[in-house]
């Protein structure tokens, strides 16, 4: 491995960057981080139960304080949650700790990939359906882009392969 530094997957619900992550953090021998995962251990509560008890200013803040004191002493993969880039200064310290890159998937492939999951696991999307859940992923996906987009790489899911990625952070 030439590049020990964390890598950082940003990206919208749904994008792949979990899988992505695991498959990287294989390839690479680096440990797989989920941020979700790690914010329910500290949280001691799901991400929904978090919110809902909560809200969500107080989720972005524990969000924040976790991705911060993650345990980057070896090289890792991170799978960040959707909106983790877009609070506080997460995507610019990301950028300045390690190597991020944004997984981009267009909104209509977004909602197929996310009408195939259990949406009520997803806070931000309040159980929406059909042409509501894409018109609320499109609005989200154009509020976050920005951030997104401050990647120091950016990876169209449509056509990218896993020696694609594996070539940035080598």
Request: net charge neutral.
């Amino acid at each position: 491995m030439n590049n020990p530094k964390p890598v950082f997957l940003v990206g919208f619900m749904g994008s792949g960057k979990t899988t992505w992550g695991k498959q990287l953090a294989q390839k690479t021998g680096r440990v797989f981080i989920d941020l979700d995962d790690a914010i329910v251990e500290r949280a001691g509560l799901s991400i929904p139960a978090y919110f809902s008890t909560h809200g969500e200013p107080a989720f972005r803040e524990l969000e924040h304080t976790v991705l911060k004191q993650l345990p980057l002493h070896q090289p890792a993969v991170v799978a960040t949650g959707g909106g983790t880039p877009c609070f506080y200064d997460n995507m610019d310290w990301m950028n300045r700790t390690g190597v991020t890159i944004y997984f981009h998937l267009p909104p209509k492939a977004l909602w197929h990939r996310l009408m195939q999951t259990d949406i009520t696991a997803r806070p931000a999307l309040q159980g929406q359906q059909g042409e509501a859940l894409l018109a609320d992923i499109t609005s989200r996906l154009a509020q976050r882009m920005p951030y997104y987009q401050q990647a120091h790489h950016v990876i169209n899911q449509l056509h990218a392969s896993l020696d694609d990625v594996l070539a940035l952070i080598r």
